[in-house]
C-alpha cells in the first residue's frame, strides 16, 4: 500500500523557496508530497504561488504551526528568525530543515541541538553541497583525511584551497550585521562546512583578514548604505596536520567556486561551477580510484533534489540524515564565533 504523501510547509518566499519546491516535487515523485506556503509579506506570498502552480498559500505563518496535517517544515527566512521558528516548529511537533546557517551563535546551536533532539525532531541545516555529485565523489577521496589526516586517495593531506565568490545585491538584510548579513553567512559558511566534512573540526583558526569593500550596494533599484563584511579569508590547520585557506566574498559579478587539496598522491580540484574541471590525480592507485587522472562528479546537478529527498526519508524513518546533521553545525558555529569575535 502506498504511504501518505507527505506535507511540508515552506516560510519565507524569497530567493531559496522555489528551489526547495522543486526539490522536494521531483525527489517525492507524483502525489508524494503536499507544499504549503506561507510569509509575513502575503504580496511575496501571492507572488510564489504563482510561479508554482503545485503549492498551496497558507492563511498565515501562524497557521503553519496551527495545522496537525503538515509533518515539516522548510525555512528559508533570515537568520536571526531561525531560532524562535525552529522552536515553533519543535513545540508543534513539526521536523525541520533550516537554510544555512543555523543560528547566530554557538550556544544558541548547541541549546537547538539539544532541544531538537530531546523532543524526538528531526532537524537538518541546509550545507547544499553535501549533496552535490562532485563533492560527494571527493569525499570519497578523501576519507580518512578526518580521523588521520590520511586520505584514501591522496594519502597524507598537506594543503586545501577553499574559494567562493558571489555578487551579493540582492536583499539589504544580506549584507547589514544587525540581519545576520555579510560574507561569512552568506558565502563562507558553505565551504566551511566542507572543511568539516572533509577534515573535522579545525585545530587552530586565524581570520586574516575581514573588509568592508563596498559599503554603498545597489540593490533592487535603490542605494544602500551596509556594514557588514563583504571579503573574508580564512587559515585553518586540520587536526591532522593540512594547512586550510579559504576566501569568500559577496564581491564576485559571476558566481565563482573551487576547492583544491594537494595530498603526498595527487592533487584534486572541484567546483560545481563548469568554469572549472574537476578531476583527481593521483601517482599510485589507491582508494577505489586509478592512478593518473579521474573525472570528478555527475549525477542530478539539482542538489536540491537529493538535500530534500534526504529530509523527506528522514521524516518518514524518524533517522536524521548524515549529512547536515545538528551535530556539525554546532561545530561549524563554534568557529564562525571565533571568526566573528575577530572581525
Not at 84 to 103: F, N, Q, S
Not at 130 to 141: E, I, Q, S
Not at 216 to 236: F, S, T
Not at 296 to 303: A, E, I, M, R
Amino acid at each position: 500500500m502506498a504511504s501518505k504523501p507527505l506535507k511540508i510547509a515552506i516560510i519565507g518566499c524569497g530567493q531559496q523557496a522555489p528551489k526547495h519546491i522543486d526539490g522536494l516535487l521531483k525527489a517525492a515523485g507524483p502525489g508524494g508530497v503536499e507544499i504549503v506556503i506561507a510569509d509575513t509579506v502575503e504580496a511575496a506570498v501571492q507572488r510564489l504561488a504563482a510561479q508554482k502552480p503545485a503549492v498551496t498559500a497558507a492563511p498565515s505563518v501562524d497557521a503553519v504551526f496551527e495545522d496537525p496535517s503538515i509533518d515539516g517544515v522548510v525555512l528559508c527566512v533570515p537568520t536571526p528568525a531561525h531560532a524562535p521558528l525552529i522552536r515553533r516548529a519543535i513545540a508543534a511537533g513539526k521536523d525541520y530543515l533550516v537554510e544555512k546557517p543555523l543560528c547566530e551563535d554557538a550556544g544558541e546551536a548547541r541549546a537547538l541541538d539539544a532541544e531538537t533532539r530531546a523532543a524526538g525532531r528531526i532537524g537538518i541545516v541546509g550545507y547544499i553541497y553535501r549533496y552535490a555529485p562532485v563533492f560527494v565523489d571527493t569525499a570519497k577521496a578523501l576519507e580518512g583525511a578526518r580521523e588521520t589526516g590520511d586520505a584514501a586517495a591522496l594519502g597524507r593531506m598537506t594543503l586545501a584551497h577553499f574559494r567562493i565568490g558571489g555578487r551579493g545585491s540582492r536583499q539589504p538584510w544580506k549584507h547589514r550585521l544587525a540581519t545576520g548579513g555579510g560574507a561569512i553567512n552568506e558565502m563562507l559558511v558553505h565551504v566551511l562546512d566542507l572543511a568539516i566534512w572533509y577534515f573535522g573540526p579545525p585545530k587552530t583558526v586565524e581570520l586574516v583578514t575581514s573588509k568592508l569593500l563596498r559599503p554603498k550596494r545597489l540593490i533592487q533599484g535603490e542605494m544602500h548604505d551596509v556594514d557588514a563584511e563583504d571579503y573574508v579569508v580564512v587559515r585553518m590547520a586540520s587536526a591532522g596536520g593540512a594547512e586550510i585557506l579559504i576566501e569568500a566574498d559577496l564581491l564576485t559579478p559571476a558566481f565563482a567556486q573551487s576547492f583544491e587539496a594537494q595530498g603526498e598522491n595527487g592533487s584534486l580540484v572541484a567546483s560545481v561551477t563548469d568554469q572549472v574541471k574537476s578531476s583527481l590525480f593521483l601517482l599510485e592507485a589507491r582508494g577505489g580510484f586509478e592512478a593518473g587522472a579521474t573525472p570528478l562528479g555527475g549525477g542530478d546537478s539539482d542538489f536540491y533534489v537529493g538535500q530534500e529527498g534526504a529530509f523527506l526519508e528522514a521524516i518518514r524513518t524518524r533517522s536524521a540524515p548524515a549529512r547536515g546533521a545538528l551535530s556539525d553545525a554546532v561545530t561549524l558555529m563554534n568557529v564562525v564565533d571565533r571568526l566573528k569575535a575577530a572581525r
